[in-house]
């Protein structure tokens, strides 16, 4: 790809199912690598962004290789939607990526647009988010066994004001997520200030869309090409790497990974937006239940690290109050572990994770196996409010963690 900081570079793209294009896994075989590293972007990216992101992250690794190591890279593309929310959200390109629901975008957009000051408004609102996302309401209120978010079930007037409360307790305006929510009084101004909750409840409906989305391409596309890459080559060492929901991708292509392939040599989530006990076996609020990625490490043949920063208020306001208003009554965002994600504080509930900061991580090295956490927020601490440093991950330091988890670095 012209404009590539770093060669050989192959992209590796799927659609919203997980097929990949033809000769994808002979096009990778063909770099004639000993390591292969594998970028997946995150939500909210177009092709263009991805690629930029890619070719910044992989400039400082030439410098970095150890002697031996022939190392080729790959840019994972999938369709991950672009919604900017700059200034207005980009309702074209959302009927783009949810092909059919033009009409439900279209109305979306008028009332986005008019913010009327009528709990009629807000929920039609409520059950046009649930035609963008395809999901019946009565059901899941008659018990049907699906993980839908309450938000997209609940009053929409309280949900919206919920959201209002986040984002207005990052950009320093008052309220806060937790303040109750009762009817169009809320945090006075009417019901006319909660559409920008609204906004917010739509980019999480997209969000949930592009979740169940990152897992599918992950299990039923990458992993398996994963497989084939280790039946015709398996020397090839390869290196996954994911950024934000990326990394809840590249984690669910360890469950597409066919039993008994060991060519995944490392693993590297950065700014993780999934669940923080995602790889438990057993989770510490209810013992019975585990984690959708349950002992998914062990296929690893290598380290699963995960770098987190305190300075991500994606992860560590926005992510977590949208987790509970999947279905918890809990009133403490942000206090209550439960809902915090691997990019928030890491992996947790697995026993024998390790624990560094990433200077420990450089002058030591990660460790040769198992889970470990990194506290990145020394360099992943810039960005403002509402995503803070979520996306700030372009640092040689972090190239090097990829490099030492690989054991491919100097």
């Not at 299990?219 to 994911?242: D, F, M, N, T, Y």
């Not at 950024?243 to 990974?257: D, K, N, P």
């Not at 490490?297 to 991500?312: K, M």
């Not at 990433?358 to 090295?365: D, F, Q, T, V």
């Amino acid at each position: 790809m012209a404009g590539m900081s770093v060669q050989p570079y192959r992209e590796v793209v799927f659609d919203k199912e997980g097929d990949g294009a033809a000769g994808q896994r002979d096009a990778l075989l063909r770099l004639g690598v000993t390591d292969l590293v594998l970028f997946a972007h995150g939500w909210n990216s177009s092709r263009s962004v991805a690629a930029r992101l890619y070719s910044a992250f992989f400039a400082p690794f030439p410098g970095l290789v150890g002697e031996g190591a022939r190392i080729g890279y790959g840019g994972v593309f999938w369709p991950s939607m672009w919604f900017t929310g700059e200034p207005v959200p980009d309702f074209e390109a959302l009927a783009v990526q949810l092909p059919g629901k033009e009409r439900t975008v279209g109305r979306l957009a008028e009332l986005l647009g008019e913010r009327p000051e009528s709990e009629a408004a807000f929920a039609e609102f409520g059950a046009l988010l649930r035609d963008l996302t395809d999901v019946d309401r009565a059901a899941v209120l008659a018990g049907a066994d699906e993980a839908v978010p309450a938000f997209l079930t609940g009053d929409p007037v309280e949900t919206c004001g919920l959201f209002t409360a986040a984002l207005e307790s990052l950009d320093g305006q008052g309220g806060a997520a937790d303040d109750a929510v009762d009817g169009p009084e809320l945090f006075g101004g009417g019901l006319r200030r909660l559409w920008k909750g609204a906004e917010e409840a739509l980019r999480q409906a997209t969000y949930y869309t592009m979740k169940r989305r990152a897992g599918t391409v992950g299990e039923r596309g990458l992993g398996p090409l994963l497989g084939g890459l280790a039946r015709s080559a398996p020397a090839l060492r390869i290196h996954l790497v994911g950024h934000s929901m990326g990394a809840r991708l590249v984690a669910f292509a360890l469950r597409g990974l066919p039993s008994g392939a060991r060519n995944v040599k490392s693993v590297t989530l950065l700014q993780g937006a999934f669940s923080h006990y995602a790889f438990a076996s057993s989770l510490p609020h209810d013992r019975d239940a585990s984690g959708a990625l349950r002992d998914m490490q062990r296929r690893v043949d290598g380290p699963v690290v995960a770098c987190y920063s305190r300075h991500d208020t994606a992860l560590g306001v926005i992510y977590p109050l949208a987790s509970r208003l999947s279905g918890d009554d809990s009133r403490v965002v942000g206090l209550d572990r439960r809902w915090w994600a691997v990019g928030h504080d890491g992996i947790q509930a697995v026993p024998g994770t390790r624990a560094l900061t990433l200077g420990e991580a450089l002058r030591a090295g990660i460790p040769g196996r198992g889970c470990v956490n990194v506290d990145a927020a020394a360099v992943v601490r810039r960005g403002g409010p509402p995503s803070g440093a979520h996306s700030d991950i372009c640092h040689p330091e972090l190239a090097r963690v990829v490099a030492s988890a690989g054991r491919f670095g100097r």
